[in-house]
């Protein structure tokens, strides 16, 4: 990521039209940090995410070793499992909240939306930089946590352990989880600002010629993002303000010592969490959209089942989040009505996948570096979207709940899906940012090594879920035993 | 949402629109986007608000009695007269658009004035209402200490300072205090009423009781709680203060965007040409008003 | 889309004197009605009652005030959407918590006190009077 100010006047082949393009524009630091181009905001939210992504790796290579031993090999002893639990979370909420939501929105949305769609600019500049300082100021926040004291509570935030669990690193008071929990606030905020600024942009700033019907499907994909960004994660921001009321001044609305009720924040919280996950996969299905028509030489196949797919998949998302509760004290009425909602969201993702492989049907395929993260992308989906068919299906849902199985189904549509989706946009737009074409062969060995390293990870965790084991545990589990809720 | 109205407000190319920022065609555009902007903006308000009034339905649902027993000691007058405050409030910003958008700048900056005024009457009649719990214990959850009933009437009024039972805080989840206060305290109540005399309670307290029944009677007479205090009532404190005390934040961010949009008029940059900003606060304003006019007969007027 | 050209006040609609206070009537009568409504009895639908006028009131609100009746039509279908996405949360989630509640109470009932009300019956009744078992901070309490 050293390489994002190229000399574009001796880049050679690139040609630069003006000699000045947007990275020559303006010099010096200032330049970046008040701009309010597109294009800067974009590569700054590609930097900041890129590191976060590093982070979360870290935490992740902590996670795995020590679960090479059964007895744990880091963290022996019951004392030090909480800092086990520590990385667990932090794995999760920086993937997650750092990395997955405003990665493909923030990075490739910002940078190539307008230039897609033919405007000038996002709708709104200054909130499009405002929206990136909230991530910058929530991921500091979130780093600060894990400074003050650390947070052991899942990036869930589930209550009543979320109100009552308190680490005091430094002595300066036990206030981690509410710093890590404003951190997340502040993040839904700039998500919420990145969803109105692009659903104001497609309505107001598409030139004439510009049809709905003629947006690309990238367009589409983030247009459906938006709506849930701006719909669920308002959500999200009174949820974990809830809890900071919670922690702060105790006021048992989730907390049954209080006559709170704990099922209610697991409502309030997937309301908003699981629709996100639309929100992290609906992006990256966009540029499957774009770099598959482009690498198989052909038109899309099927372009308005793939645009209104998203929209379908944006709406159908927000009717399903109780699956995430089956065995958590949710009734079994609705338990049923959303394992039945969830095997609707199947159809719209099908959809699109059958009409990715019919563009590739008798095109003329070019395997380059983003076709070959799209091929992966579409085996990994595949896995990732079948498993979750199952997990959908109630009865197998009590059984498979906190195993392994969730853990790698959650993956293979994750990282199989999301960030193979966003390794294939950065590969494809690389030269458009940088204004340099990368090294196909290394790209090549790079998609690879992801596509085997990543299966050779989690395709035994669905295996080991034959043995119903928690897939939270610092210890790998060794026995039947199941541990319900 | 300053950032929202703020963005119109750009240095820009356009010689003969000054307000114009250099990525929109027409100032029609650049307002159409803006105010797609804030609805957009109102949306996210309301469905933040909507945990809330989640939160609040779900424990309504499954315990009416807290609710009912509870918002007993809110007092609906103050609540009332705040509803009124803010709809006049709404009735000078809806104004104030209207005299934007016909570039009458003298009446546009007092009609703001006027708007910012009932917002501080708002929240100072808050204030005193926040007071009164404050005083009397009866705060969310955590900080539930009440020590009165009701209607603010404490032990000391009924049995007199010096009265043995006063020796204990008088708490409405207590249950053995709560017998004695059953029969005075509540016009319904099952429980037959001593009699007053030597064989009986003091003239004194019968005096006090009556005295106090009046100071009832002015607060709630209709619906007086008949039944045994019920148990929770701290969750309608703690949906009360987290309800209200979310409205009163956007309350007072409101009042300071519309101070910075009435110096804004005060310097004369809004006429019809542009208006957008006054316009845009005019819509958040409004939707804090809406607010309000939810939360008032969900917290003030149970029955 | 763009190629209205603009004249002076004619980027937004001007919303009359006469309606603006007409509208403000309205909303007061009607909040003397919401407060007056309490002095009747209308059994189960005091709630619906009293909703059913604050929701005139909020239409009345953002069809006048906020000019939505006479602003795009696309500005509407934001606003509605959302109130169907609120109606979606709130209706999903009180559905669900009707269902699994008995089994809440029996749960405080048994195992979690409010610590609160213990202080409570510390200062001024007994366990026995009020048919509860002693209480002990239980495993979920804070």
Redesign the interface.
Known sequence: MTTITPDLAHSGGVPVSAGDNYLTHGRGIASWIFTLDHKRIGVMYLVSVLSAFFLGGIFAMVIRTQLINPNGAIFTDQAHFRYYNEMFTLHGAVMIFLVLIPGIPGALGNFVLPIMLGAKDVAFPRLNLGSYYLYVSGALLAILAIVVGGVETGWTFYT?YS??TDVDKLGLGKHAVEFMVFGVFLLGFSSIFTGMNFIVTM??L?P?GMTWFRMPLFLWAIYATSIIQV?ATP?LGITLLLLIAERTL?V?IF?????G????FQ??FW?YSHPAVYIMILPAMGIMSEVIATFSRKHIFGYKFIALSSIAIAIIG??VW?HHMFPN??????ATIFSFLTMAVAIPSAIKVWNWLATMYRGSIDLKTPMCYAMGFLFLFAIGGLTGVFLGTLSVDVHLHDTYFVVAHFHYVMFGGTMMGFLAGIHYWWPKITGKMYNETLGRIGCVLVFIGFNLTFFPQFIRARTACRGVMPRTCRSFIRITS | MTTVAQESHEPHEHGNEEHLAHHW?????Q??AG??GI??F??TE??LF?GL??AY??YR??HPEVFEYAHLYLN?WLG?VN??VL??S??T???G??AA??GQKKLLVTLLGITLACGGVFMCVKFVEYKDKWSHGTLW??E??PHVLPGGVTKADVFGPGGAAAA????P???????AFDGPIFEGSTVARAPAGPAGLSAAWVEKESAREEHLSVRDT??PWTGPVP??T?IFFSIYFLMTGLHGLHVLAGMAVIGWIMLRASRGEFG??YFNPV?FV??YW??V??VW??L???LY??? | ??????E?????H??P?KV??N??LA??VL?VV??G???F?FGPY??YV??A??VV??SL??L???HLRY??P??SI??V???V??S???G??????????H??NN??AEK??????E???E????HE??GEPPAG??S???
């Open positions: 009543p109100v009552t309505h107001k598409r004439p719909l959500v105790k048992g907390n049954p010592a209080y006559g009720d704990p099922v209610l409502h309030f309301f927000f009717l109780g004290g949710q009734s079994t009425m609705l | 065609d027409t100032p029609k555009q307002f159409d105010k797609l609805w957009l109102l949306t309301i469905l909507s009034f989640c339905s779900v649902a499954n609906k009332a509803t009124i709809i006049f709404s009735l910003m809806a104004w658009v209207r958008q016909l959850a955590g539930y200490h204990t805080p008088t708490l989840n207590a249950p053995a205090t709560q017998k209709e619906r148990k929770n701290q019809p040409k316009d005019g819509l409004h939707v008003d809406i006019i939810f008032f007969p969900l007027l149970i029955h | 889309m763009s190629t209205e050209t603009h002076s006040h004619g980027v937004a001007v919303m004197m603006l206070i509208i403000f909303l007061v909040t919401t407060v409504a309490t002095l009895d005091n709630l009293a909703m006028i604050a009131k909020a609100v953002v006048y005030f906020m602003d795009n696309f500005n934001v606003f959407g959302c109130l996405f609120v979606l949360f709130i999903l989630s009180l559905t669900d918590t009707t269902q699994y509640q089994k809440m749960l405080q979690v006190a409010a610590p609160n009300v202080k409570m019956h200062g001024g009744g007994s009077e009020h901070k239980g979920l309490g804070n």
